[in-house]
């Protein structure tokens, strides 16, 4: 697998945001994880609310502070993935999102890139924010998803059925090594 790097969002990488968008439309997928509603508004309008998350000063107050990265690969600037990291928990995030909600687009799936997201995510956490547990949360028929959090440290703390109907598997991944 080529080596990924989180990028800002910027106007510099609209048309590959749209490209990315249109992708997951393509196949069938209405949501983008860790698009933080990128599936939902304008370029334009969506770099400007992922922008005011980012300081709790002009944040959603309906949302936490977070930081909601492109996941390039290194070696062509491909968007493969998309992450977005919260550095707080509000009830409903607490309840069903947890702090990290990532994706990778469909052409890119299957080649390590997912665990490769985590992996960046997880180290922006704990580097960045500060954080010393995290908490995922995937669908249950999502193999790769749960997968992918397991091999990143995830232990498995609860299940739930979510409105949709579909089972919900909650991790947490402690960020701190025990020490010895």
Same mark, same amino acid.
């Given at each position: 697998?080529?080596?990924?790097?989180?990028?800002?969002?910027?106007?510099?990488?609209?048309?590959?945001?749209?490209?990315?968008?249109?992708?997951?439309?393509?196949?069938?997928?209405?949501?983008?994880?860790? *698009?933080?509603?990128?599936?939902?508004?304008?370029?334009?309008?969506?770099?400007?609310?992922?922008?005011?998350?980012?300081?709790?000063?002009?944040?959603?107050?309906?949302?936490?502070?977070?930081?909601?990265?492109?996941?390039?690969?290194?070696?062509?600037?491909?968007?493969? *993935?998309?992450?977005?990291?919260?550095?707080?928990?509000?009830?409903?995030?607490?309840?069903?999102?947890?702090?990290?909600?990532?994706?990778?687009?469909?052409?890119?799936?299957?080649?390590?890139?997912?665990?490769?997201?985590?992996?960046?995510?997880?180290?922006?956490?704990?580097?960045?924010?500060?954080?010393?547990?995290?908490?995922?949360?995937?669908?249950?028929?999502?193999?790769?998803?749960?997968?992918?959090?397991?091999?990143?440290?995830?232990?498995?703390?609860?299940?739930?059925?979510?409105?949709?109907?579909?089972?919900?598997?909650?991790?947490?991944?402690?960020?701190?090594?025990?020490?010895?």
């Amino acid at each position: 697998m080529d080596s990924l790097k989180l990028c800002i969002p910027s106007p510099a990488l609209e048309a590959q945001a749209m490209e990315y968008k249109a992708e997951h439309f393509l196949a069938g997928e209405e949501e983008l994880h860790g *698009g933080a509603l990128l599936e939902k508004l304008a370029y334009t309008a969506w770099l400007s609310m992922v922008d005011a998350n980012r300081s709790p000063s002009t944040a959603n107050p309906n949302w936490v502070v977070a930081d909601t990265f492109f996941v390039v690969r290194a070696s062509d600037n491909r968007i493969v *993935g998309m992450v977005d990291i919260r550095h707080t928990l509000n009830d409903f995030l607490a309840a069903y999102g947890g702090h990290i909600g990532y994706g990778v687009r469909p052409s890119e799936r299957r080649k390590g890139y997912a665990t490769g997201i985590l992996r960046l995510a997880l180290q922006y956490a704990k580097e960045t924010i500060g954080l010393t547990r995290v908490m995922v949360a995937c669908y249950a028929d999502n193999e790769g998803s749960w997968r992918t959090i397991q091999r990143c440290g995830g232990q498995l703390t609860r299940t739930f059925i979510h409105t949709d109907g579909r089972t919900v598997q909650v991790y947490w991944i402690d960020l701190v090594e025990p020490s010895l």
